[in-house]
Nanobody
Framework: QVQLVESGGGLVQAGGSLRLSCAAS????????MGWFRQAPGKEREFVAA????????YYSDSMKGRFTISRDNAKNTVYLQMNSLKPEDTAVYYC???????????????????WGQGTQVTVSS
């Protein structure tokens, strides 16, 4: 059974940093795309970042580019999201997602991913 477990969320002041982790179990995703999405109260779940494979390209939503960095450690079957210069509008539940296979340029679509974690809350105070 595949599981994705996020951790690292919490409360931080504006301008601060957090690093989220997503540990996968039940299957190795070393060669598969993985992504991060977020959902704020009353809003749709939106794309944050994705990484295509071990040394593959990374992709970011424009509003996160330059502040967030996605990376992965294949030995640990884990993907990370380093978030710097956090803003109150970054407050949301952050979800990790993993895909079975090739998703091409559709890394930003929720439907491209087969597995989801339960989410971790990130709250940025002003």
């Amino acid at each position: 059974q595949v599981q994705l477990v996020e951790s690292g969320g919490g409360l931080v002041q504006a301008g601060g940093s957090l690093r989220l982790s997503c540990a996968a179990s039940g299957r190795t995703f070393n060669s598969n795309p993985m992504g991060w999405f977020r959902q704020a109260p009353g809003k749709e779940r939106e794309f944050v970042a994705a990484i295509s494979r071990s040394d593959g390209p990374t992709y970011y939503s424009d509003s996160m580019k330059g502040r967030f960095t996605i990376s992965r450690d294949n030995a640990k079957n884990t993907v990370y999201l380093q978030m710097n210069s956090l803003k109150p509008e970054d407050t949301a539940v952050y979800y990790c997602a993993a895909s079975f296979g090739y998703i091409g340029s559709y890394y930003y679509l929720k439907t491209s991913y087969d597995y989801w974690g339960q989410g971790t809350q990130v709250t940025v105070s002003s």
